[in-house]
């Protein structure tokens, strides 16, 4: 029993311990206090993106709301743009090899008031080996590629959020 009681203790202790440096697990994200209650804005840019940004501060102790005058602030995301270039050119065929995908969003947080609380822009890129032999496979791997790089977006926004 007292070995019980001892075990108990030390691991309150160390949990106590972890808690106070500001440990927190992977992947958990505080925001500040001004997305309590947090309204998206996102003219211009894909659904995909607004629904994980939502679910994605949902998950956070922030809150999405649908209406201005409830909200504590805004968080405006603008100018997604995705884009694929050639990067590899197979010489002895003269086709294509490879291609790089790109991924940018402008977003701002905005004040009840307005003003600019934070402000930034997010970029991802990945690159995959295309053939024309293997089409719909490289469709697939694109999109999902396109769904990796916005999870991956929304992951590094709730982060410079939080560095807020």
């Known amino acids: 029993m007292k070995a019980i009681k001892t075990l ?6 160390t949990l106590l311990l972890l808690q106070g440096c500001g440990f ?6 505080i925001l500040p206090d001004e997305m309590e209650a947090t309204r998206i804005d996102g003219v211009g840019v894909s659904t995909e993106l607004i629904r994980a940004v939502e679910d994605g501060v949902r998950r956070t102790n922030g809150a999405i709301v649908q209406h201005e005058s409830s ?15 050639v990067t590899t050119v197979d010489s002895s065929t003269g086709k294509v090899s490879e291609y790089a995908l790109s991924y940018r969003v402008a977003w701002k947080l905005r004040s009840v008031d307005g003003a600019v609380l934070d402000q930034g822009e ?6 995959y080996k295309y053939s024309g032999t293997e089409v719909l496979g490289k469709e697939q791997e694109e999109k999902h590629l396109r769904e990796v790089m916005i999870r991956e977006t929304v992951r590094d926004l709730l982060r410079a959020l939080r560095r807020r």
């Open 24 to 29: 927190h697990l992977r992947g958990v994200v």
């Open 71 to 85: 909200a504590t602030s805004t968080l405006e995301l603008s100018s997604e743009t995705f884009s694929r270039r």
């Open 122 to 127: 997010i970029k991802q890129s990945e690159s």
């Open 8 to 13: 108990f203790i030390s691991s309150l202790l």
